[in-house]
């Protein structure tokens, strides 16, 4: 898949980052998000972090192959609004085709960006059984600019890469694109690819309708 990236508009000054403040909630997930959250940045140190659609090492020097993709969607609800609504995770539950429930391990802000640590839980169909599949994830909204990143890692060892940006069209509609990079080894890595982008453009529709029709 061809690498595009669509940029956000953003304000020419935005405030200095201030020391963060932080909320934590630790709940039964948090012990296996730090374990996790451990594991992927092994592999980003590893180079598993590469988007370029070419193979790449990993903390374990195993070889991983990188694909991207580009969703684009315009919504018809101000940029304003669109955003707040697809930044907030708890609005895929219900939307997503897979995901089950959310639980946040902590929140932290500077004044610029707002970082969540969370573990989703997801039931991935596979033919005809479902795996039970807990992804752990770190979510970097920063609202001034528009745009907010999720990385995420599940095992067995497959990471996500999303970077959301929002465009105002100026007609009271807005331009929203997810740039999406999968790593993963060669025998995941069509299944991955496949069933990513077809639950993330599932989730983008569902939240489409759902500006557009005033439930969000």
Same mark, same amino acid.
């Given at each position: 898949?061809a690498?595009?990236?669509?940029?956000?508009?953003? &304000?020419?000054?935005?405030?200095?980052?201030?020391?963060?403040?932080? %909320?934590?909630?630790?709940?039964?997930? #948090?012990a296996?998000?730090?374990?996790g959250w451990?594991t $992927?940045?092994?592999?980003?140190?590893?180079?598993?972090?590469?988007?370029?659609?070419?193979?790449?090492?990993?903390?374990?020097?195993? =070889?991983?192959?990188?694909?991207?993709?580009?969703?684009?969607?315009? @919504?018809?609800? &101000?940029i304003?609004?669109?955003?707040?609504?697809y930044?907030?995770l708890?609005?895929?539950?219900?939307?997503? &085709? !897979?995901?089950?429930?959310? $639980? #946040?391990?902590?929140v932290?802000?500077?004044?610029?960006?707002?970082?969540t640590?969370?573990?989703?839980?997801?039931?991935i169909?596979?033919g005809?059984?479902?795996? &039970?599949?807990? %992804?752990?994830?770190?979510?970097?909204?920063?609202a001034?600019?528009?745009?907010?990143?999720?990385?995420?890692?599940? +095992?067995?060892?497959? @990471?996500t890469?999303?970077?959301? #940006?929002?465009v105002?069209?100026?007609?009271?509609? %807005?331009?929203?694109?997810?740039?999406?990079? !999968?790593?993963t080894? =060669?025998?995941? +890595?069509? !299944?991955?690819?496949?069933n990513?982008?077809?639950?993330?453009?599932?989730?983008?529709?569902? @939240?489409?309708?759902d @500006? +557009?029709?005033?439930t969000?």
């Amino acid at each position: 898949m061809a690498l595009s990236f669509t940029a956000a508009g953003s &304000p020419a000054a935005q405030a200095a980052p201030t020391a963060p403040t932080c %909320t934590n909630t630790p709940n039964s997930y #948090t012990a296996g998000w730090q374990s996790g959250w451990a594991t $992927y940045q092994a592999a980003q140190s590893g180079g598993s972090g590469s988007s370029s659609g070419s193979s790449t090492g990993s903390a374990s020097g195993s =070889a991983t192959l990188s694909q991207t993709a580009d969703l684009p969607i315009t @919504i018809n609800a &101000p940029i304003a609004h669109v955003f707040a609504v697809y930044s907030n995770l708890q609005n895929d539950i219900g939307r997503h &085709p !897979f995901l089950q429930a959310i $639980y #946040t391990h902590s929140v932290c802000s500077d004044g610029v960006t707002t970082t969540t640590d969370f573990t989703a839980l997801e039931n991935i169909p596979m033919g005809s059984a479902t795996y &039970p599949a807990q %992804t752990e994830a770190q979510q970097n909204v920063v609202a001034a600019g528009y745009y907010y990143t999720t990385d995420s890692y599940d +095992e067995p060892g497959v @990471i996500t890469h999303q970077k959301v #940006t929002f465009v105002d069209n100026g007609n009271g509609t %807005t331009s929203v694109n997810e740039h999406l990079t !999968f790593v993963t080894n =060669a025998l995941l +890595e069509s !299944f991955t690819v496949e069933n990513g982008v077809a639950s993330h453009q599932q989730c983008q529709a569902a @939240i489409k309708r759902d @500006i +557009e029709n005033g439930t969000l």
